[in-house]
């Protein structure tokens, strides 16, 4: 079955529902995620109140690209957060604008994904919260984000992440986690992820909520992250100037549905994804190991619409490194405004982490390659910020010594200026079934797919992808009513 399921079962819903009321948890739309006006005047006045990060249930509300930037106490805006990249630092010269995930809370924007596998289990009893084990197998950001939101809908968690990942994860994860489980590896070993979750089902009170299939990931990415980013395009854009693409590292894939709301309502635009030079498993059916933390590689996604995908773009996890201390250290800063820019915009690139700066490398190289001029945009998005990569900066410093303005400059003009349209290619139709038929060697042979809905997920866009984007209102029902029947927000 590829669409969600939301059969419900009345025990475990009674079950979430007397918890809900208990832990005074109310549960947002996806409308009200989408546009922050629609959510009630007595929750937004509660979060004047409520700090960012703090593990509290009205945070629920705060999944949203529209929060205000304020670390305690925002409420919301018209127009996203988001940072441009002028031709002087990216030098191409077309547009090229970043939604930031900094804003959430976690400070990622997998609290949203996390959010759309969660909550159709959870409003209709699927996932008794009495009982189940929240699961979340991830490469870094999913599982905090599936951690945070188990805690404020008062559900016990289990994290997965590979060992090699940033030791800030590892630290935050302690204090909201109910357990945390490093795996052998790093960012590409994504199958030693899956093995151990096949180890956790067979306790039947672990339910798996696997990113890289389930799908309420794309669900809420095409209707809260697409229609963003469409909302920061109309608000940005000149007189003149077009959607030409945007381009999102793989990772779950979930963000690139985002692409499928942009093609769906700007024609022309080309959808680029992204992924690591070290392992171009797209580009090349190839692997190895990266450090570009967030885009776990050696398979493709269950959760991938290839078929809508124009562009493979790999990136070298060097650039992003170096870039990484050019952002965030004093003397890439002084560097940064020697050459234009201002103190508000260097603040700005520390909203990009590893992941975000590959986002923004690849939006270069898909400007290069199709010669992109100022009457063009391209969009992508920051999935986390520089917050989780502090230590990567102290261990690029302790690698390749002190930092210096000359070293800057360097970075510069050999990781962003120096890119080149190598490593890169469009798709034609047989290229994407290509990569859309290695699915079967994850999904099928792996997981125990159905060979029947990889099948559908090729031929039949109509009743599995688009079918899937229209699901948004019904899990909104669902939410009311859980809502209605808790009694929570009624009140408050």
């Known amino acids: 079955m590829v669409k969600i399921d939301f059969t419900v079962n009345k025990e475990g819903l009674q079950h979430n529902i007397e918890k809900a009321r208990e832990n005074k948890i109310v549960i947002p739309t996806l409308a009200q995620m ?14 004047k109140h409520t700090g960012l ?39 191409v010269p077309c547009r090229i604008i970043a939604m930031a995930g900094k804003w959430f809370p976690t400070g990622c924007h997998k609290v949203g994904a996390s959010f759309g596998c969660l909550a159709p289990r959870l409003v209709t009893g699927q996932f008794d919260a009495s009982y189940h084990h929240a699961v979340w197998p991830s490469t870094g950001n999913y599982c905090r984000g599936g951690a945070f939101n188990s805690r404020l809908l008062a559900c016990d968690s289990v994290a997965i992440l590979p060992e090699d990942m940033s030791r800030e994860r590892f630290e935050w994860l302690q204090s909201i986690a109910g357990q945390i489980i490093a795996t052998p590896g790093c960012e590409s070993n994504v199958k030693e992820i899956f093995d151990k979750t ?28 697409g229609r963003a980013l469409a909302d920061l395009y109309e608000a940005v854009k000149e007189p003149g100037q077009r959607l030409a693409g945007a381009c999102f590292t793989s990772g779950s894939a979930g963000t690139l549905s985002a692409g499928d709301l ?33 885009i776990g590689d050696k398979h493709i ?93 102290d261990e690029l410093n302790s690698e390749y010594g002190p930092y210096s303005a000359a070293e800057a400059a360097k970075d510069h003009a050999i990781h962003m200026l120096g890119l080149r349209t190598d490593a890169m290619a469009e798709l034609n139709y047989y290229d994407r079934k290509r990569v859309h038929n ?22 039949d866009r109509e009743n599995t992808w688009d079918a899937v984007h229209a699901q948004a209102d019904q899990l909104d029902q669902l939410i009311n009513a859980f809502n209605e029947a808790s009694g929570v927000l009624k009140a408050l």
Not at 282 to 293: D, K, Q, S, Y
Not at 443 to 455: F, P, S
């Open 53 to 91: 990060w703090d593990v509290d249930p009205l945070n629920l509300f705060r999944i949203s690209w529209k929060n205000e930037p304020k670390e305690s106490g925002g409420l919301f805006q018209k127009i996203p957060n988001y940072i441009e990249i002028p031709p002087a630092l990216s030098g």
């Open 198 to 225: 096949w180890e956790l089902k067979q306790d039947p009170s672990m339910m798996i909520f696997n990113q890289f299939a389930e799908m309420g990931n794309p669900l809420w990415h095409y209707n809260v992250t």
């Open 438 to 459: 290695l699915k079967y060697y994850t999904w099928i042979e792996q997981q125990q797919m159905d060979v029947e809905d990889l099948n559908a997920l090729w031929y």
């Open 301 to 393: 996604p269950w959760i991938h619409n290839v078929r809508n995908t124009d562009m493979v773009i790999d990136i070298d996890d060097e650039d992003s490194q170096r870039l990484l201390r050019l952002f965030n250290t004093p003397e890439g800063r002084e560097y940064l405004k020697s050459i234009g820019m201002d103190d508000e915009q260097i603040e700005q690139f520390t909203w990009m982490g590893i992941s975000g700066i590959a986002n923004v490398l690849c939006c270069i190289k898909m400007a290069r390659y199709y010669e992109l001029t100022e009457k063009d945009i391209v969009c992508t998005v920051l999935t986390d910020s520089a917050v989780m990569y502090q230590s990567r900066i």
């Open 34 to 47: 989408e546009d922050p006006e629609k959510i009630p005047d007595k929750i937004k006045e509660r979060l």
């Open 262 to 294: 942009l093609k769906d309502r700007y024609l022309h635009m080309k959808l680029a994804v992204g992924e690591a030079l070290q392992c171009p498993t797209i580009l090349n059916n190839g692997f190895g190991g990266h450090r570009i933390e967030g």
